[in-house]
């Protein structure tokens, strides 16, 4: 459903075109690879590879990588967003690169180094260049504005829409097409989206239900959706980072199977699933055993009723998945915390009652302990839930806006200022809105409607761009048309270009 990352270390990369130095305050580890025994002796291979922190020179553009086991026998390989760094120096736990091209400004970028004599070893983080107080900002605070692009139009298109950035840091969104019953994917070409490319993923049949984008720890786009014909769990991994080509295979073909689907990728870089078994009522984890899901593991997570629907997983701070959910016997919202990778344990707890969590999405802060928004249905309030712990077992509980018939169809990221930002729907006026907590608690909450051009605002999904600014993909209503937005602040309080 939505991107969240593993782990939140704390550093960052300052900004790339000014005159800060290193700005301690964002980098997001999207992947790890553990020790892998030798094929040939059964010893431990080399040992894993960890990006610890990174420095950058506004002066000189060169940037510094520090970590442990880089190895010194073959030199890595270092790529910042799209581009291959040349290394000026390297030992086993520090890389000096050759000035970073001026084609990278700021914005989040994906880091990734790769080493060992099989090149098999390789962490990757995601680092905000840019001041995080600045970043987003654009070309000044006057000229910021909320633009508004119709990517797909002609028929029923934009349902179960999922967002995520591709490893140039533009946007890509999945999603259904309705008409047609296809599974769709829209490739911006630019930050604004005002180019894109419309790519037909599979077409087969009843495909596209539930889509939930991310991208991969190899930097390539992966996919989960459900199969309404074949009544299943689907998979799709792209071949190359335009998504040009992919792989599609069915992970879970038990009856009625892959509503509600939620993936994210595990700390050991892996994809992970949750998604509902409408046959028998439960809540369920396909774990995959490599990147391209050849070999999967499936876990029956929760069967305590007919439990599984509005499923939203992130990985916790113990690298093992954490999931909010609806259980529609109770009309309760629970929380699964998994014990392991595979979540073949997990400990469920109940954190809120009486017709709530019909909608529901899930990140984890710095801090580790998981930030959950979901629709209160019985009074039609959008409502914020503060775990007191990593595991999610107790929480502190608020309504976050109140104001009319509100908050179906949650979608929450977290800013570059470290605050949740909300997407959903406004039944009251048929508009989408943004809600930005201008504080970790959300105590303080500004709420704004960025579209309200006829009945839009439906299977809605929230991410920040790469220059630091929320971008949102969300359905159209009234013309049948999937829609994109990029804020032009943190907020998404400015004027309509």
């Known amino acids: 459903m939505r991107w969240v990352s593993m782990v939140t270390l704390t550093v960052a990369l300052a900004a790339c075109l000014g005159t800060h130095g290193l700005r301690a305050d964002g980098v997001q580890r999207l992947s790890e690879t553990p020790d892998r025994p030798n094929p040939v002796d059964g010893r431990p291979a080399e040992s894993q590879l960890v990006i610890a922190d990174a420095t950058f020179d506004p002066k000189t553009r060169r940037l510094t990588v520090y970590g442990a086991n880089f190895g010194t026998r073959r030199l890595p390989t270092v790529r910042l967003g799209s581009e291959y760094l040349v290394l000026r120096s390297a030992s086993d736990d520090q890389l000096e690169t050759d000035p970073v091209p001026s084609a990278l400004g700021p914005g989040k970028h994906t880091l990734t180094v790769v080493a060992g004599n099989d090149r098999s070893r390789f962490d990757v983080v995601s680092i905000l260049v840019g001041d995080p107080e600045t970043a987003g900002a654009g070309p000044s605070a006057a000229s910021a504005q909320n633009r508004i692009v119709v990517l797909d139009r002609g028929a029923d298109v934009g349902w179960d829409t999922s967002i995520a950035l591709s490893a140039e840091g533009l946007p890509l969104i999945a999603y259904l097409d309705y008409t047609n019953r296809d599974f769709k994917l829209a490739r911006c070409e630019d930050p ?20 939930s984008l991310a991208l991969g720890a190899d930097g390539l786009p992966v996919m989960s959706y459900y199969d309404g014909g074949g009544r299943s769990l ?41 998604y509902y078994d409408k046959g028998r009522g439960d809540l369920k984890v396909a774990h995959c055993r490599d990147p391209a899901c050849a070999e999967v593991s499936i876990a029956t997570v929760d069967r305590a009723g007919d439990v599984g ?90 309504a976050i806006d109140q104001e009319g018939s509100v908050g179906s169809n949650p979608a929450m990221a977290l800013g570059v200022d470290g605050n949740p930002i909300i997407s959903y729907y406004d039944h009251s006026n048929a508009n989408l809105r943004i809600a930005h ?29 790469a220059d630091g600014l929320p971008i949102v993909s969300y359905y159209d209503e009234t013309n049948g048309d999937l829609k994109f937005l990029r804020c032009g602040d943190r907020s998404c309080g400015a004027r309509l270009e």
């Not at 080509?245 to 949750?274: F, N, W, Y």
Request: aromatic fraction near 6%; proline fraction near 4%; charge should be negative.
């Open 234 to 274: 689907k998979f799709a991994r792209c071949s190359d980072p335009r998504c040009d080509t992919l792989e599609v295979k069915t992970l879970d073909g038990d009856d009625q199977v892959g509503q509600h689907g939620s993936l994210a990728i595990g700390r050991d870089g892996m994809p992970v699933i949750s």
């Open 309 to 398: 629907w509005y499923t939203a997983l992130a990985i916790g701070s113990d690298g093992y998945p954490i999931i909010s959910y609806f259980d529609s016997s109770r009309r309760d919202l629970k929380v699964a915390h998994c014990e392991n990778a595979a979540c073949s344990m997990a400990r469920v707890s109940v954190i809120d009652t009486g017709g709530v969590g019909l909608g529901t999405d899930i990140l984890i802060p710095k801090g580790g302990r998981p930030v959950i928004v979901y629709w209160d249905f019985l009074n039609d309030d959008l409502k914020l839930a503060r775990c007191l712990n990593p595991e999610c077992t107790r929480a502190d509980l608020k």
């Open 437 to 465: 907590c201008d504080d970790p608690a959300c105590d303080r909450v500004r709420i704004h409607a960025p579209d309200t051009a006829g009945s839009v605002g439906w299977h809605t999904d929230i991410a920040i761009g």
């Open 192 to 211: 604004d989206c005002r180019s894109s490319r419309l790519v037909a993923l599979d077409t087969e049949g009843d495909l596209g239900w539930s889509s």
